[in-house]
């Protein structure tokens, strides 16, 4: 059965920094994209960062030049470093693993975790 576990989150006061991580487990065929999403309350969930196995990476542009996102493709591992901390950025942050269905990953279907909370004070 494949899990995506995050952790990581918390509070932080604005100017400040956290570390989020996740972990995919379960997939023979390993992962594809990794990458983070993030929703306020009230708001619909967004995309905040992701990292494919081969190293592309992808941002919003609201967190370009803040956050960086990284991996660790032997421990199906995506990590996301978040400097410079907005209230803005307060949401609860998801992982989303797209676990490979076949060799070579021509198939995959996307698997998401519970959430971790991030709140950023002012």
């Known amino acids: 059965q494949v899990q995506v576990a995050e952790s990581g989150g918390g509070l932080v006061q604005a100017g400040g920094s956290l570390r989020l991580s996740c972990t995919g487990s379960?997939?023979?065929?390993?992962?594809?994209?990794m990458g983070w999403y993030r929703q306020a309350p009230g708001k619909q969930r967004e995309l905040v960062a992701t990292?494919?196995?081969?190293?592309?990476?992808n941002y919003a542009d609201s967190v370009k030049g803040r956050f960086t996102i990284s991996r660790d493709n032997a421990k199906n591992t995506v990590y996301l470093e978040m400097n410079s901390l907005k209230p803005e950025d307060t949401a609860v942050y998801y992982c989303?693993?797209?676990?490979?269905?076949?060799?070579?990953?021509?198939?995959?279907?996307?698997?998401w975790g519970q959430g971790t909370q991030v709140t950023v004070s002012s």
């Open positions: 379960g997939s023979a065929y390993g992962f594809n994209a």
């Open positions: 990292a494919t196995s081969s190293g592309n990476t």
């Open positions: 989303k693993a797209r676990g490979c269905l076949n060799y070579g990953c021509y198939v995959g279907s996307d698997y």
